[in-house]
Every structure is written in structure tokens, then in C-alpha cells.
């Protein structure tokens, strides 16, 4: 196996979800070894923030990176983009605190990574092996993780509302089914949250087009790309 990186580059613009900042991502090729980072540019001395379980600074609605001083908000569903295409190494070059949302999915980042194109290049890439299973509870959620041939996720979800209930979905997790049944589905919310997420400094970008949001009773925006877009 050969490691992967990006053949060209690629840009990306928009707001950021939780700090309401417009930002300009670049994504391009990196060279073998150096795994995926993010670089500030409009930070002095222009520093990088590595893709690293290490570097996670913040869990609250969103994943955040952080090294030293410099930070980079929600980094999630570029993240996700990215391992679904097997990248192992990229820099991901960005003049403020956060991604932009675009419209809550992982496609657009998707649709980046296709501009950019993918090439291998020498080096072996890293494979993480689970060798026995484990459990990992944290307030309402329970993660089992157990050895596979592959990657493959099974998400259940129940909340008590009318057009969520209980959901759940498996998927063994390639470039091509990544595509098809996962990238298009956004991040949703609920309406009753926002103003006590904002007041901690969350959700300052959040706009009804980037997100599914749902009231007490039903869907607030638009309509759902499928019946199960929450799990």
C-alpha cells in the first residue's frame, strides 16, 4: 500500500458555524509522512495545528484542534471527507478560527477533495488495528468498538421527537459507499437550543441554510434529504 495525498489543490470559502468568521480554506498535497495539519495563515508566524487525537482541545457540538496558541474550530466533517478518501497527508491552509459550514454536510468538502484530485506517493500508511473490544460511555451516548476486517459503523439514535424517534443505520465505510449513503446528510439542531448555545459563544454563523433545524413539533427548514438524514 502506497500513502495518498492530494494531486492539485483546491479553496473553499464561507462561514464558520460556531464563530460566525468568514474564512478561505486551501487544500492541497503534503509531503509523505506528514499526515494531515492545518496551517493559520492570518496568525504571526503562520503556525500549524496537526490532525492529532493529541491536539483536541474541544468536544462541545463541534471537534476543535489546538497547538499552543494557535486553534481551528469543527474541523469535523473535513476531517471526516478526507478519511473517507483515504488521505494520509494534506495541508489544509486557513486564515481564520473555523471552516466554513457550507450547508451543514460533508459534500462540499467532498466535492473539494474531487477538484483537488488524489495521488499516492511513497511511504507506508498508518493503520490503526483494534485487537479487542472495548466500551467508551460518556453521558447518554455508549460506543462499542471491536475488531473487524474493515471499517464498518453502526449508529443508533433515539430522541423523543416526532420526526426523529429511533433510527439506525450500518455501514461499512469505503470511498464509494462514503459518497452515496453519507456525505450528503448535514448536521441538524433544534431551535430551543440556540439562544443558550449562542450566549456561550456557540453558533454565532448558524443560518437556517446550513443545517437541518427542527422545532417542537417538526422540521423548521426545508425538507430532509432522506427519511433517516439524523443518524
Known sequence: MARRTLAGTASVAGTGLHTGAKTTVHLGPAASGSGIRFQRTDLPGTPFVAARVAQVEATERRTGLADGNA??????????????????????????PEPPILD?????????????????????PVVIRVTGPFTVEEGDARYVVAPASGFQVTGTIE???????????????????????IAPARTFGFVHEVAALQARGLLQGATPD????????????????????FV
Not at 486553534?71 to 494520509?88: C, Y
Not at 421527537?161 to 455501514?171: C, F, K, T, Y
Open 71 to 96: 486553534a481551528v474550530q469543527t474541523v469535523e466533517h473535513l476531517l471526516a471527507a478526507l478519511f473517507s478518501q483515504q488521505i494520509d497527508d494534506a495541508l489544509i491552509t486557513i486564515d481564520g
Open 104 to 124: 451543514g454536510s460533508f459534500q462540499p468538502w467532498l466535492e473539494a477533495i474531487d477538484t483537488a484530485g488524489i495521488r499516492e506517493q511513497d511511504g507506508d
Open 159 to 181: 430522541w423523543d421527537h416526532p420526526v426523529i424517534g429511533r433510527q439506525s443505520l450500518s455501514v461499512t465505510v469505503t470511498p464509494e459507499s462514503f459518497r452515496r449513503d
Open 210 to 229: 446550513v443545517a437541518v433545524v427542527l422545532s417542537e413539533s417538526g422540521i423548521a427548514t426545508g425538507a430532509l434529504r432522506w427519511p433517516d438524514e
